[in-house]
């Protein structure tokens, strides 16, 4: 039987069982857009999307919320979930982002997080990165600065979860974890209540691993007095970690690609990222290497827009014309080319950040 951790930091390795174990459909381009998001199968399944790609081709209402748990630095993991906000966002979502501060606090143990006080100052770092990827402030909340109709629909969702439902889904009773499902449910839904966007299709994109988060939500909206439109999702592949096995996590700062990182940090950790390279030249020039395996490569696929470059180096990999040392400089360049304008962007959101989280 498959089994889902919604907290863990391992890879999901057999995308196919969770398909069938949990009845997710696989995703398909639905011709929405160009975008390398799409056409680079980075999306693997949905719940309900059919309803979301039905208001994009015909212009009708509908909405996304995304969020990251403010527990640590930002990585290229979450720049995921950002960029595919920015794309739904241009498809013609109206949107809202979650910096998730009260959920980072009361689900990370205190070695991690150590205080509320803690969570809200990795809140403001986190809304900085998402400022200077592209999110529009208006758009930014902190949970823990919300108005009192946020926090009475959670009160309202703790009344239709059991311990038992919560135990069956998750494994554990975790009292902060509880807490943070709560919130996780109240900030996909607010959305949809009169004071904000109204009634509408909802989307929000997640890992595989926060499955049981949305077959939670979903059931719960349609028990709720609000009348909610159920709530659709899509899965996106994670971001392997540098490490054979691994998704980038924070918690493995050596996983991980950081936002922050300077170039040095970066040259050092994909110099050492796995590869699809063989164990000797001669051999990569006969036989080609293997970039489907390849973490470099897979950072390129997940980030960099251009088809010509991250087709050409998939080719010239299969072939045994490009070696793995000629890759990594290729991939060092990019990321610190990149992490570099977006450094510059972060430094100026920060005023505007701590505005959205302290309220001030």
């Not at 857009?33 to 799409?38: I, P, Q, R």
């Not at 994009?56 to 995304?66: A, G, M, N, S, V």
């Not at 940090?265 to 290497?289: D, P």
Request: with cysteine; net charge positive.
């Amino acid at each position: 039987m498959a089994s889902i951790n919604a907290w863990d930091s391992g890879a999901i390795k057999d995308y196919e069982h969770v398909f069938e174990e949990f009845g997710l459909s696989k995703f398909t381009e639905y011709n929405l857009t160009d975008s390398y998001l799409f056409k680079r199968k980075i999306i693997v399944a949905h719940r309900d999307f059919s309803k979301i790609a039905d208001a994009i081709r015909h212009k009708k209402k509908f909405l996304q919320l995304t969020g990251i748990a403010s527990s640590g630095e930002m990585h290229l993991g979450h720049k995921i979930d950002v960029d595919f906000y920015l794309l739904f966002r241009k498809l013609g979502a109206k949107s809202r982002f979650s910096i998730s501060d009260i959920d980072g606090y009361v689900s990370r143990p205190d070695a991690k997080v150590p205080s509320m006080a803690a969570a809200k100052e990795i809140a403001v770092r986190n809304a900085a990165d998402a400022i200077a990827l592209g999110v529009p402030p208006s758009e930014i909340y902190a949970q823990s600065n919300m108005p009192r109709e946020y926090y009475q629909l959670t009160y309202e969702v703790s009344k239709k979860i059991t311990n038992k439902m919560f135990e069956a889904i998750y494994g554990h009773t975790d009292l902060g974890k509880i807490s943070a499902v709560l919130l996780q449910i109240a900030d996909i839904l607010h959305v949809q209540m009169p004071h904000m966007f109204g009634k509408a299709p909802t989307i929000t994109g997640i890992g595989i691993d926060q499955d049981p988060h949305a077959r939670l939500t979903r059931d719960v909206a349609k028990r709720l007095d609000y009348d909610f439109e159920m709530p659709s999702f899509f899965y996106f592949r994670h971001l392997s970690g540098l490490k054979e096995g691994s998704k980038m996590s924070s918690s493995e700062p050596d996983t991980a690609i950081f936002l922050k990182d300077t170039p040095e940090e970066v040259k050092r950790k994909i110099s050492r990222a796995f590869t699809g390279g063989r164990e000797s030249i001669e051999e990569q020039r006969k036989t080609g290497g293997n970039p489907d395996v390849c973490k470099v490569y897979e950072i390129l696929k997940f980030h960099n827009p251009s088809y010509k470059f991250v087709d050409g180096t998939y080719a010239e990999c299969r072939a045994g014309k490009l070696l793995c040392g000629e890759c990594k400089k290729n991939c060092i360049a990019f990321l610190n080319a990149m992490l570099k304008k977006h450094q510059e962007k972060y430094r100026k959101a920060l005023p505007e950040a701590r505005k959205i989280v302290y309220g001030k």
